[in-house]
């Protein structure tokens, strides 16, 4: 899946949101839980939409009744800077090898002669779906959420948008959430998995990195 075809993402926008960077909604939202922090009212209006969102999420102690589920993955891939655009993996996969794969194989297939040839692995990402919103400040821009559900990550999208100062936030219609679940948290009863994380190949031994999880323990 090219991701997306009108609204280009930026790999240092996606870079920031997973690693949970200040400024980004998850940053803020975690500064806000410590009893030393008081959030602006800039702050906790942008929040209030994803509070509300976690309080329909599992707790810990019945997300420990339930069975642990394998960990699933999906991948972006570029072709900079020969294109803007990013290619997506649209399921999940077993494995991040797997998911890193299907993401080059479209952006070689769909990448052209140039772009094509230059392919490769932006971010490996696990348990978690990605959404995009867009809004306008002084030019258009894209916002990113997360989250364990798609009804989850728009939520965090949207409001990402508006914490970042954006006016007129919806969701890109393009870009309809991806998910790298094993299940779905909250529809299934059944269902628990381990944190949220993410792999940028080239980084920290490839080593695979937790990011910030809305649920707490995400189960894990």
């Not at 559900?149 to 100062?165: D, E, K, P, Y």
Request: glycine share 8%.
């Amino acid at each position: 899946m090219l991701f997306p075809k009108k609204h280009l993402l930026a790999a240092a926008a996606l870079s920031m949101l997973l690693a949970g960077c200040q400024g980004s909604l998850a940053y803020e939202l975690l500064q806000a839980a410590k009893p030393d922090t008081t959030p602006s009212a800039e702050q906790i209006q942008s929040m209030k939409p994803v509070v509300q969102a976690m309080q329909q999420l599992p707790s810990d102690a019945e997300l420990a009744t339930r069975k642990m589920q394998p960990r699933k993955w999906g991948s972006y891939a570029g072709s900079f800077p020969n294109s803007p655009m990013m290619w997506v993996t649209d399921r999940p996969f077993n494995t991040p090898e797997e998911a890193a794969a299907d993401a080059l194989k479209q952006c070689r297939l769909e990448g052209g002669e140039k772009g094509g040839k230059t392919c490769q692995t932006v971010v490996i990402y696990s348990n978690l779906c990605l959404a995009v919103a867009k809004g306008d400040k002084s030019k258009p821009f894209n916002a990113l959420g997360y989250g364990p559900t798609h009804q989850f990550a728009t939520t965090v999208a949207l409001a990402n948008c508006q914490h970042s100062g954006g006016k007129n936030c919806q969701v890109v219609s393009a870009a309809t959430p991806l998910c790298a679940t094993p299940c779905n948290l909250i529809a299934d009863s059944s269902c628990r998995y381990e944190k949220p994380a993410y792999i940028f190949p080239g980084k920290n031994g490839n080593r695979m990195k937790e990011m910030p999880s809305f649920s707490g323990k995400m189960g894990g």
